[in-house]
T-cell receptor, first 113, second 115 residues
């Protein structure tokens, strides 16, 4: 069965610090990979996605993620965080050609001014 | 577009009562998902439908949970009887397309508290 692991449960940063959130998945076949974000009091929304091609994908608000197939990883990065990035971040994966999207347990990011 | 609409936004009920959560997906979307979010387990997929047909309900916790999608614009998630451990935020999401590449659009969630 597919599973997604997010090892950082709670991350606290100061503004302008760099961010990297880890995501590993377990599935032997081809996958689609996603990062979703949930801002306080809001619903989840898509941050970025990877289906194929360039393993470095860019999303909204300066976020990017790199797919490393050999490591089954899809880590999220941002060079300089802002207070407004305070949110919960979810990595998600589905097996190629299926709609069943499995989420990790999420990482809560707090950014202090 | 109004987005995915869920009701009620908040529900407080007593153990043993029936709970019905409702979802209206985005018009034109052909897949609908029900997720449950708790602090301990994060976001769990309960069930999803494609073209109103349940495709995978392996995440439904037990027989007390049931979900229906009678038409393309409406779905319900029912818990009968409810238990305190069912307390969570239940999200509905919809997407368009096939092959798992469609972006999921989430509703605001229904926060359920079972006393």
């Amino acid at each position: 069965a597919q599973s997604v692991s997010q090892h950082n449960h709670h991350v606290i940063l100061s503004e302008a610090a760099s961010l990297e959130l880890g995501c590993n998945y377990s599935y032997g076949g081809t996958v689609n990979l996603f990062w979703y974000v949930q801002y306080p009091g809001q619903h989840l929304q898509l941050l970025l996605k990877y289906f194929s091609g360039d393993p470095l994908v860019k999303g909204i608000k300066g976020f990017e993620a790199e797919f490393i197939k050999s490591k089954f990883s899809f880590n999220l990065r941002k060079p300089s965080v802002q207070w407004s990035d305070t949110a919960e971040y979810f990595c998600a994966v589905n097996a190629y050609n299926t709609d069943k999207l499995i989420f990790g347990t999420g990482t809560r990011l707090q950014v202090f001014p | 577009d109004a987005g995915v609409i869920q009701s009620p936004r908040h529900e407080v009920t007593e153990m043993g009562q029936e709970v019905t959560l409702r979802c209206k997906p985005i018009s034109g979307h052909n897949s609908l998902f029900w997720y449950r979010q708790t602090m301990m387990r994060g976001l769990e997929l309960l069930i999803y439908f494609n073209n109103n047909v349940p495709i995978d309900d392996s995440g439904m916790p037990e027989d007390r949970f049931s979900a229906k999608m009678p038409n393309a614009s409406f779905s319900t998630l029912k818990i009968q009887p409810s238990e305190p451990r069912d307390s969570a935020v239940y999200f509905c999401a919809s997407s368009f397309g096939t092959g798992g590449t469609g972006e999921l659009f989430f509703g605001e969630g229904s926060r359920l508290t079972v006393l």
